[in-house]
């Protein structure tokens, strides 16, 4: 109905229906918009509301401490300060303001700044690690000038003993982008991770878990406490710690023995394969690494002839030289090539086709019991030949050789080992001879150990012929749950018969004990021992010495492998330093090399 | 007594007027109890009893008396709007407050109450016909005036709501489709200017041939096209001429998300706050947007955004519900009203209404471009609520005196 009107169209019925139509329109509109944002979207903006509202702080675990087997504390974890910018707050003034104090450049400052940015406005940036308490109190100082600015107490390694153990331990570096890409779950930018020797093969174990805190935040940023009163914060869970087989005297000792000398040193449990000292020198501070890496420091340690990062004891390949002798006799033994009273007489060389093969003395007469402890090349010559390549390499295999340990550090090499597999490969079929092989029974030639596999090979001497697993770490202890585990290690037993393990002992005890063995100076006053000499030869220049050894001789407590690079014959200098170190070992104190016998010895030699 | 109320009193009006104001007052302080701006709430709920006075006042006013009143208090408008040209102090970067003994105004507001009865009061003249192109000249003109001394101030805001009521006004009042396509052609080719060259083009054609559609005389569609085409071209002198924040409003309009810290923030942080209400809301004083101050001053233009987040799509169904209402029964008072003036008026009020709440809401759950204006009874604001709650006893006295003549 309308109204008393004289314009036709005013108030008319089409224009209220239209009016009205359009009114709808326009609501169901603004009502299907709503039923999107709020029914349909809901999730996704209650998402993007608490991301708003809440800020994740992340709490970092404490890592894991490392004890020797006394239960000495030898690394430990300590506080490091690292001041850090929120990038929603962050300004150019800060950053200059940082810059500094920070002695850093406001440029890259702001660079990393962004980079965080763009993960999140609020979450804080590392700016700068591991400062000293003195910087760190000046930007305390200056907070007021500081938009955003904090700092983060993270943790750093300590070195507690007065050892290094450089490339046992290992260090912790920045995680990088390719771990991150892989990892990237339970660790974020900037996090420490491990990256040699134990610090990264127990990673897992050393780290702990990660903590979080909620914390409500307004529009500014500024933080209003924590959201619902803690009750979402989840706690971080510390590390576990490990307990080394490692002795800290012993290493101490054994690090002091090898200050002078270029090589590396490994002293195993021959019961259980536990290691009880690891030196290769030249070694590293490990504290270099522990906080922030100065990058002179790094780039020295790296472009060092010496190589002071490389871990000779597990890493590096020599040939064993003599004391390859009693892989050649074990098998020769087991197989019944020999016995106790096969003889041959030396005459200080050996013919073999073209070539002659020199001995160092003319030994005379000698059975196999004799060759050991005098070290007669002549007599494995003529050994290694009867006895074959194929065999040679079986038996090598079951020493331990040719293959990696399988220790519980990073990086091993396997070693060379080889077969005819390998020099077919190499000189091609048809293209070698025995005379390659001849070199072998005097471990010369194409055949690569590491001390580590030279200890584990002492070690299964000693302990009447089972190949252990050589490991660092004895116990991993949980401190939530205040639980030891044991590393579990077996041994393998070698196959080899009493008599013959019997008679290599035999003439391992000989070569130290009875006059004219080569080991005279490994002889540790009290008590019976055993070992062998050796001497890699080396084509680029003075010959490297090794000497293996385990004592007592009865019940051995001890078994050690010594390599000093370009020193001449095992006998003279590996050998004492062994005999020191065991000594420290079965005694508790250290013998002095003493230097009128190594003079005395080189002059016989 | 009982008669003259069922009769008379516009109960509905009435009812969703307070309910509004209530919601509004709830909002307000769940905006800003915690904060600085706690007084807000105090000072809104000060305004709200003023205004409720003034309802009351206009509503039970004798019908003549207005009529009477009108144009002196479209003149009284004009002269304020023009000493606040040369005199107001700039807020928020617009002349449009008026600091009179120590209390601020907004003109503008009540600007729109003085045209709209402005316009009433003449086209219910007997003499005036708005198909007579003169009077239809005068009817432009009493719009026009207000609006552009508005534009100057500058407040596209208000100004563009002035056009949004002109629109339906004419139409009520009876204006040929060809005027009304006429006065929608330039909008449609500025819009066009404002996409592009090509887009300018396309929204001409089409303008062109809606011209000669609904053509009553060439000559006529000659200027009206003319007009737009005018219209069109001086769309980029006056796009240069905005504010940069202006500018920058309409080009985030389209995508907020680009922009998110800057000219976007808002409608970013309102979407938020509205969606995460999901059903049945965060609870009151319980929205974390709302309360961590996610979205600048929520109180005024964004305040639909606590009734979205504490209250969820049940609450905001309901405000907009309630809105829906009061359009509705607008238009039937216009539609019962045996009075050109009550009729036309009530369409007038309703259409400020209507276009207020499409906008404000629009703009908040990102439908629309940031327009500053406020969601009638709740945004914060004296002038505005005083204003709007003297229209909603502009349509119960237009209820009341439907059956006068």
Redesign the interface.
């Known amino acids: 109905?309308?109204?008393?009107?004289?314009?036709?169209?005013?108030?008319?019925r089409q224009?209220?229906t239209?009016?009205?139509l359009a009114?709808l329109v326009?609501?169901s509109?603004?009502?299907l918009?709503?039923?999107q944002?709020?029914?349909v979207?809901?999730t996704?903006?209650?998402k993007?509301?608490?991301e708003?509202?809440v800020r994740t702080v992340i709490k970092d675990p404490v890592r894991g401490d490392i004890y020797d087997r006394t239960g000495r504390l030898i690394v430990d974890v300590g506080p490091s300060f690292a001041v850090t910018a929120a990038p929603a707050s962050f300004d150019s003034a800060t950053a200059r303001e940082l810059g500094e104090l920070l002695q850093m450049d406001p440029v890259q400052i702001t660079e990393r700044v962004n980079k965080g940015r763009q993960y999140s406005r609020f979450s804080p940036v590392r700016i700068k690690r591991d400062v000293d308490f003195k910087t760190l109190s000046a930007v305390e100082e200056h907070l007021y000038l500081l938009r955003g600015i904090s700092y983060e107490v993270e943790s750093k390694r300590l070195y507690n003993a007065p050892i290094r153990a450089s490339h046992l331990l290992g260090y912790c570096k920045e995680i990088t982008e390719a771990q991150l890409a892989r990892y990237g779950d339970t660790y974020r930018q900037g996090d420490l991770v491990g990256s040699s020797g134990l610090e990264s093969s127990y990673e897992t174990f050393l780290r702990g878990e990660r903590g979080f805190e909620y914390i409500?935040?307004?529009?500014?940023g500024q933080q209003?406490g924590p959201l619902e009163g803690g009750q979402r914060d989840i706690a971080s869970k510390e590390g576990f710690d490990l307990v080394l087989s490692l002795d800290a005297g012993l290493q101490a000792c054994a690090e002091s023995l090898m200050t002078q000398y270029k090589g590396a040193l490994v002293a195993m449990d021959p019961n259980t394969g536990g290691i009880l000292a690891m030196v290769s020198k030249p070694d590293f501070d490990p504290s270099v690494f522990s906080g922030v890496t100065a990058s002179e420091d790094w780039t020295r340690l790296n472009t060092d002839d010496g190589k002071p990062l490389f871990n000779r004891a597990t890493m590096s390949r020599y040939p064993p030289g003599s004391t390859f002798k009693m892989v050649v006799a074990a098998a020769a033994l087991e197989e019944g090539l020999i016995d106790e009273h096969y003889r041959i007489t030396c005459t200080g060389g050996f013919r073999f086709g073209r070539r002659l093969f020199r001995d160092l003395h003319v030994h005379g007469s000698v059975n196999v019991v004799e060759a050991i402890q005098k070290s007669c090349n002549v007599f494995f010559y003529q050994l290694v030949l009867k006895v074959g390549l194929d065999k040679l390499n079986e038996y090598g295999k079951k020493f331990g050789f040719g293959h990696a340990t399988g220790v519980d550090i990073a990086e091993e090499t396997s070693g060379l080992l080889p077969s005819e597999a390998y020099y077919d490969r190499v000189y091609g079929k048809d293209k070698w001879t025995l005379g390659n092989v001849v070199s072998l029974g005097v471990g010369q030639g194409e055949i690569g150990v590491s001390p580590l596999q030279m200890a584990r090979y002492a070690s299964s001497l000693a302990n009447g012929g089972i190949l252990l697993q050589p490991h660092a770490v004895d116990r991993i202890y949980n401190k939530r749950v205040n639980r030891y585990s044991v590393v579990d290690v077996h041994g393998v037993p070698l196959g080899l018969s009493p008599k013959t393990i019997g008679l290599i002992r035999e003439g391992m005890r000989a070569a130290v004990e009875l006059p004219g063995g080569t080991g005279s100076l490994a002889r540790i006053p009290g008590i019976e021992s055993a070992g062998k000499t050796g001497t890699a030869e080396n084509p680029h220049g003075k010959d490297h010495a090794w000497y293996i050894g385990f004592a007592p001789f009865d019940n051995p407590k001890i078994a050690v492998a010594v390599l000093l690079e370009n020193s001449g014959f095992g006998g003279a200098k590996a050998a004492p330093l062994a005999r020191a170190l065991m000594h420290r070992y079965l005694f508790g104190e250290t013998l002095q090399p003493e230097r009128a016998a190594i003079a005395a010895a080189d002059s016989r030699h | 007594m009982n008669q003259y109320f069922k009769e008379y009193f516009d109960t509905k009006t009435f009812l969703i007027c307070l309910g509004l104001v209530a919601m509004g007052l709830l909002s307000i302080y769940s905006a800003t109890f915690d904060i600085n701006n706690a007084a807000n709430f105090h000072r809104q709920a000060v305004w709200a009893a003023i205004g409720f006075v003034g309802m009351l006042i206009t509503a039970f006013l004798p019908a003549r008396t207005i009529q009477r009143l009108a144009f002196g208090l479209y003149a009284t408008v004009i002269v304020v709007l023009l000493i606040v040209l040369v005199v107001g102090s700039t807020i928020k970067g617009a002349r449009s407050w008026f600091g009179v003994a120590g209390l601020g105004g907004q003109p503008s507001e009540f600007a729109k109450v003085a045209t709209i009865l402005a316009a009433a009061a003449y086209l219910a003249r007997?003499e005036v016909?708005?198909?007579r192109l003169k009077d239809l000249l005068i009817t432009l003109a009493i719009f026009a005036g207000p609006m552009a001394l508005i534009l100057a101030q500058p407040d596209l805001g208000t100004a563009i709501v002035f056009f949004a009521v002109l629109l339906?006004v004419l139409?009520?009042?009876?204006?040929?489709n060809f005027i009304l396509i006429a006065i929608l052609v330039p909008i449609l080719v500025a819009f066009g200017a404002l996409f592009g060259t090509a887009q300018f083009l396309i929204a001409a054609g089409i303008g062109a041939a809606l011209l000669y559609y609904f053509r009553e005389n060439r000559f006529a569609v000659a200027v009206a096209f003319g007009i737009a085409l005018a219209v069109g071209l001086s769309v980029q002198i006056v796009y240069d001429r905005l504010p940069a924040y202006q500018q920058k409003r309409i080009a985030t309009f389209l995508n907020p998300e680009t922009d998110p810290l800057g000219a976007g923030y808002n409608v970013v942080?309102s979407?938020?706050?509205?969606?995460?209400?999901?059903?049945a809301g965060k609870g009151y004083l319980r929205g974390?947007?709302t309360q961590?101050?996610?979205i600048?001053e929520q109180w005024t233009d964004f305040i639909f955004c606590v009734p979205?987040?504490e209250f969820?799509?049940i609450g905001?169904?309901l405000v907009?519900g309630l809105?829906?209402a009061l359009?509705?029964h607008g238009?039937n008072i216009?539609?019962?009203?045996?009075?050109?003036f009550g009729?036309i008026g009530a369409?007038g009020v309703t259409a400020v209404l209507?276009t207020h709440?499409?906008v404000n809401?629009?703009m908040s759950?990102g439908?629309m471009p940031v327009i500053g204006i406020p969601l009638p009874f709740l945004s914060y604001g004296g002038s505005a609520l005083v204003a709007t709650m003297v229209m909603a006893g502009l349509l119960m006295n237009f209820y009341a005196n439907r059956k006068e003549?």
Do not use: C
């Open positions: 109905m309308g109204a008393v009107i004289d314009s036709g169209e005013f108030g008319s224009r209220q239209v009016l009205r009114t326009i609501f509109i603004l009502f918009r709503l039923y944002l709020q029914l979207s809901h996704e903006f209650g993007k509301s608490e708003n509202s409500a935040v307004n529009s500014k209003l | 007997m016909s708005i198909t339906p139409y009520w009042a009876g204006a040929t942080q979407k938020i706050a509205i969606g995460s209400g999901g059903l974390t947007q961590l101050n996610y600048p979205g987040e969820g799509f905001a169904t907009l809105f829906a359009v509705f238009i216009a539609t019962l009203s045996k009075n050109k009729s369409i209507a709440v499409a809401v629009g759950m439908l003549h």
